[in-house]
């Protein structure tokens, strides 16, 4: 029988969830309901220097508005739990010690003096980067340089130490990760990380070893940032005595600035003018806000195929897949090796065809907040109507109030160019024509109105440039829209003589 898939998406709460990391945590979700596994979020603050108030709440709050459902969490608590790593705290302690035991680890009591200090050194001996390992921890104040009792004694005197690993010597580290294949590391270039820190926390290499051991992860899929901690981890596995239950490795390739060179940054996002973040996030510090696609109006759905394409392709020319689509088709297989370049023409294009694909009625009950929150009553069929009619030309929900306010408000403003262009000493009297006509129309059908606006064409031998656009221009103070005579039908007769009684006098003044 084959182990149940299990998966974990495990962020440190150090401030807003970029959407590099929300796309982790899709792919571990995807990956996971693709094996029917289970998806796991796994806090990791043993770091207390850089926690943020709120950035838990603020991820939770994020993957669920993405869909990305939580098989255990802080949340939803667990069979593995507790899922935060403060929590866990005393678990970590006992597997240092073993590893000291063992002599796969060692205690080391050095200040930060000494440590600079010894980087200092090596740099002026022309090391390029100095690093504590096989060949300078002999020099410095650990438990291999020191006497057992000198060690004992300065342990019993309560002297701050940590606990680093013992790298060996020229041993090539080998692992198979499922995107990039064979990655093989020479100890040489590593060093003795600190596993266990002075303030009674693990760093994040012992605490996320131990904890994707003991919560049964079955598949690492992270960021390629982690790559370089990799050999690190097998070799704590290895020293655990867990090689055989080593989960496997993915990382993902980056998300890359949209001009193709390094990572998408927040700053990219301010300079371009895009969010960087799922949601909107306040910093608890200094107040500051960072937008977030949600508040920016964009769907949900939009949001997650767009995540899903920056790395992964589904080999087909298929673009729009939904939660449940992607989840049918996802496989690490075809997750690219190298960056994946952030398009953000691309992501409006998603929000497009999800809006189009969306019910009038759907779209009406999303605008119509949007109404309340301006102080507009408007009844739900009519809103259901002017989303029919502006809904191929909006990306957004936000951008059917902003083209298409006329529909609930008297226009205030008037397009300059139209007037200067089209507005002549004859159209006030065309107008006035229009609106007797008009006057006398039972049925205010769109066809009915055209037919009627046509027949005052052709009955004064004028062209439609000299009425057409100064008929619009009233009635919504554009240049441009959805089907004037549409619009007409649907604000209605009363609206649309006052619209041109209104229009001819603010115009010519
Ligand atoms: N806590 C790490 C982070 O913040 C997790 C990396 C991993 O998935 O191993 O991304």
Not at 45 to 61: H, K, N, P, S
Not at 92 to 109: D, E, M, N, R
Not at 337 to 344: L, M, P, Q, V
Request: glycine share 6%; hydrophobic share 35%; net charge positive.
């Amino acid at each position: 029988m084959s182990t149940k898939v299990r998966v974990r998406f495990a962020p440190s709460p150090t401030g807003p969830l970029h959407i590099g990391g929300v796309r982790t945590a899709l792919y571990n979700y995807l990956f996971a309901k693709n094996k029917g596994g289970k998806m796991i979020l796994r806090i990791e603050d043993t770091d207390q220097t850089r926690f943020v108030e709120g950035a838990e709440e603020y991820l939770i709050d994020a993957l669920k508005w993405c869909g990305i459902k939580l098989d255990e969490s802080v949340v939803d608590g667990g069979k593995y739990g507790p899922y935060r790593q403060s929590e866990r705290k005393e678990s970590y302690f006992p597997f240092a010690q073993k590893l000291v035991k063992k002599g796969y680890a060692y205690y080391a009591f050095d200040t930060a003096e000494e440590l600079s200090e010894m980087r200092e050194r090596l740099k002026n001996a022309g090391v390029p980067s100095p690093q504590y390992n096989a060949i300078t921890r002999n020099s410095m104040q650990n438990s291999l340089s020191l006497s057992e009792t000198e060690v004992a004694s300065r342990m019993n005197s309560g002297r701050p130490y940590v606990i680093r690993i013992k790298i060996p010597r020229n041993e090539e580290i080998k692992l198979k990760d499922k995107i990039r294949g064979w990655v093989v590391v020479n100890t040489n270039n590593m060093d003795d990380k600190v596993i266990f820190k002075s303030d009674g926390m693990p760093t994040y290499h012992l605490a996320n070893v131990v904890d994707d051991y003991s919560m049964k992860i079955t598949h690492v899929i992270r960021g390629e940032e982690w790559l370089p901690s990799a050999p690190l981890h097998v070799l704590l596995y290895r020293y655990l005595g867990w090689e055989d239950k080593m989960p496997e490795f993915a990382h993902l390739p980056l998300i890359l600035k949209p001009e193709g060179h390094g990572k998408l940054s927040k700053r990219d996002g301010d300079r371009l003018g895009f969010p960087v973040f799922p949601t909107q996030w306040k910093n608890p510090q200094t107040g500051e806000i960072s937008s977030g696609y949600r508040e920016c109006g964009y769907l949900k759905e939009a949001f997650i195929n767009m995540l899903a394409f920056l790395g992964w392709n589904p080999g087909t020319s298929q673009e729009l897949f939904t939660l449940e689509e992607l989840i049918k088709s996802f496989s690490l297989e075809r997750v690219g090796k190298s960056g994946a370049k952030f398009d953000f023409d691309k992501t409006r294009w998603f929000n497009q065809q999800y809006l189009r694909k969306k019910t009038n009625s759907s779209l009406a009950k999303e605008l119509n907040i949007l109404l309340k929150n301006k102080g507009i009553d408007a009844k739900i069929d009519y809103i259901e109507a002017v989303c029919m009619q502006l809904k191929e030309r909006a990306t957004f929900i936000h951008e059917m109030w902003e083209e298409g306010q006329y529909y609930f408000i008297t226009p205030t403003a008037y397009d300059e160019k139209t007037i200067r262009k089209k507005w002549s000493k004859e159209t006030p009297r065309h107008l006035n024509n229009l609106k007797e006509k008009l006057v006398s129309l039972n049925n205010f059908s769109s066809e009915n109105i055209e037919n009627v606006f046509k027949a005052y064409l052709e009955e004064s031998k004028i062209g439609m440039g000299k009425l057409l656009p100064q008929f619009r221009l009233s009635l919504t103070g554009l240049a441009m829209g959805p089907s004037l005579f549409e619009i007409a039908s649907l604000i209605g007769k009363k609206e649309t003589l006052k619209r041109i009684e209104i229009a001819i006098i603010k115009i010519q003044q």
